[in-house]
Every structure is written in C-alpha cells, then in structure tokens.
C-alpha cells in the first residue's frame, strides 16, 4: 500500500503556492507510505540548462568541492543550488560527459534530468521529508508525489518514488507489477539500463521508451496495458501536464477534483480536503482502463 498525490495549477497566479498546497496532499498520505517519500516539481517555464537532481547516499557532503571537481574537469557554465544531501545542478555543458563525471563521484547519484523537473526523495516520514527539503516554499506548474510502504524492495533512497527516465519524466505507482523482470529483459538489449529492482521503475522505463519510440503518453500507456501486467495506480508526470490511469480491474484507489484553478488528485479524499474550493470542485473516482490527461493551458 503506498499513497500517491499530484497538483497541476491551471491558474498561474498559484504557481508561487504549489509548495504550500501540496505539502499537506503528501502528509495526509502518511498512513499510506510511512517508509519514504518523493517529490517531482516541474518549474512553470524551461530553462536553457539542463537540470540534475543529485542525491548524496552516505558519507559527509561536500558539495562545495563537487563543485572543483566539476569545473576542473569540465571547465564551463554550472551552478548548484544545495539543501543537505540534496542538490540541483543547472549546467550547459555537454550532459553525458556530465553524467560521467557524476558516475565517478563517490555516493553521488542522479535523481532526475530535464530542463523543468527537479526531483526529491528520500527515507522517512513524508513530514520529515517535506521539512527536511522545504518543500512549503517550492514553486511550480505541476507535481507528483508519493508516499511509500514497502512491499516488494528494499527501503533506500534509490527505491523511493518518483522514478524518473529520459528527460522531464516521471512516475508514482501504488500497486504491484507481476512481470517486471520480463519487462526487464525486453528493455535491457536495447541499451536501457535499470538501477533498482524496483517493479515501479519498469513501468517508469518502459513507458518512457515508447514515448522517445513516437508514441504519445496516451499511446505508450495503452501499450503498457498490453505489456505490464498487475495492479497498478500510475501517476505521471511530464513537462506538459498529468496523467493517471488504473488497471482494468482499478484495485488501487484514486480520486480527482478538479476546479477552474487546479486539478488534484490522491489516493484518499482526506489529502484534497485542505485544497480551496474542494467543496464546489468537480470530485470523481477514475474509471478502470480509462487514461486522464491534464495540461497546463
């Protein structure tokens, strides 16, 4: 059982305020994921750097001499913005030798890449987590978040949720996949490499994968009906928007209220109750095998 939550503001005089409405959508999911939890914000408008959320998994952090390290090697425009063990690097420069730079950094590891989405996760209560990153004070067009109660991997930091593949891309799951190490076998010849064990991060690479193949989301999420067998919530988020879908059987609770200023959506009612203008809002339980989309206009 694990929670999941995710709020696109359709009026972007709220975008200063995403931080402060979702925090407590994330903490109402507690009961539901005590184990660790996970944060993907998407800024309002793209940045001409690309983005890395970079997680310190052990030892003293130091990011100031990640920072040498960095223009040493690869002398150029970066800059990084810290909190603890958590950091974002904005950089211009060319993002695989980046990346390979990182892959020889000691308890390094990237989180997430893009040019909106700066991602957050971590082991503990969603409380601790929010505070631990001032999550009230993040400001955005969009998030997906995710409160995790381990039944199937270890509880890491690298096995919290949201999973992230390509660029601006993410996924939460409540459920349980059946077959993710086929889907794994299908995915791995074609040069995908995994990092967990993780049934979530199967469906996060393999939709991903259609979606870089052409396909849209609505595409790539009708051939992981085909592909990915189990029960399954999927939240998910892109540059663009939101989607959510359910298993053919929707064993997984969801509900969505949506109003002329945002569209929310939660495991459980008790997450939305907070939100302004949830009594008059638009409030529906999401139909099996039926995929909901949502973009910022």
């Known amino acids: 059982m694990c929670g999941i939550v995710g709020l696109l503001l359709k009026n972007p005089a709220w975008d200063e305020r995403l931080g402060e409405l979702l925090v407590p959508m994330l903490v109402g999911m507690t009961d539901r994921g005590p184990d660790s939890a996970g944060l993907a914000v998407f800024a309002t408008t793209p940045v001409a750097a690309t983005k890395l959320s970079l997680f310190q998994l052990h030892g003293t952090v130091d990011w100031a001499a990640f920072m040498r390290a960095?223009?040493?090697?690869?002398?150029?425009?970066?800059?990084?913005?810290?909190?603890?063990?958590?950091?974002?690097?904005s950089t211009r420069a060319n993002i695989a030798a980046v990346r390979q730079h990182i892959a020889g950094m000691p308890g390094v590891v990237i989180l997430s890449q893009g040019h909106q989405i700066?991602?957050?996760?971590?082991?503990?209560?969603?409380?601790?987590?929010?505070?631990?990153?001032?999550?009230?004070?993040?400001?955005?067009?969009?998030?997906?978040?995710?409160?995790?109660?381990?039944?199937?991997?270890?509880?890491?930091?690298?096995?919290?949720?949201?999973f992230t593949a390509g660029e601006d891309f993410c996924l939460v799951h409540n459920g349980?996949?059946?077959?993710?190490?086929?889907?794994?076998?299908?995915?791995?010849?074609?040069?995908i490499h995994f990092e967990t064990d993780n049934d979530t991060e199967a469906a996060c690479r393999f939709l991903e994968w259609r979606?870089?193949?052409?396909?849209?989301?609505?595409?790539?999420?009708?051939?992981?009906?085909?592909?990915?067998?189990?029960?399954?919530?999927?939240?998910?988020?892109?540059?663009?928007?939101?989607?959510l879908v359910?298993?053919?059987?929707?064993?997984?609770?969801?509900?969505?209220?949506?109003?002329?200023?945002?569209?929310?959506?939660?495991?459980?009612?008790?997450?939305?109750?907070?939100?302004?203008?949830?009594?008059?809002?638009?409030?529906?339980?999401?139909q099996p095998r039926t995929i909901y989309s949502w973009k910022r206009a």
């Open 246 to 286: 359910r298993d053919p059987f929707a064993c997984k609770p969801a509900i969505v209220a949506e109003t002329d200023d945002y569209v929310a959506v939660a495991s459980e009612f008790r997450s939305l109750a907070h939100l302004p203008g949830v009594a008059s809002a638009k409030l529906f339980e999401p």
């Open 176 to 191: 349980s996949l059946s077959n993710p190490n086929l889907v794994r076998r299908k995915l791995e010849p074609l040069g």
């Open 211 to 243: 979606m870089r193949e052409g396909d849209s989301i609505e595409d790539a999420i009708e051939q992981g009906f085909t592909e990915l067998d189990g029960f399954f919530t999927f939240l998910i988020g892109t540059q663009n928007g939101l989607s």
């Open 70 to 89: 960095l223009a040493r090697d690869l002398p150029g425009e970066h800059g990084l913005h810290e909190s603890g063990r958590h950091a974002v690097l």
């Open 118 to 162: 700066d991602l957050y996760k971590d082991i503990g209560t969603p409380g601790a987590i929010a505070e631990r990153y001032g999550f009230v004070k993040l400001a955005g067009s969009h998030a997906v978040g995710h409160t995790r109660m381990a039944t199937e991997s270890a509880v890491t930091p690298a096995h919290a949720h949201p």
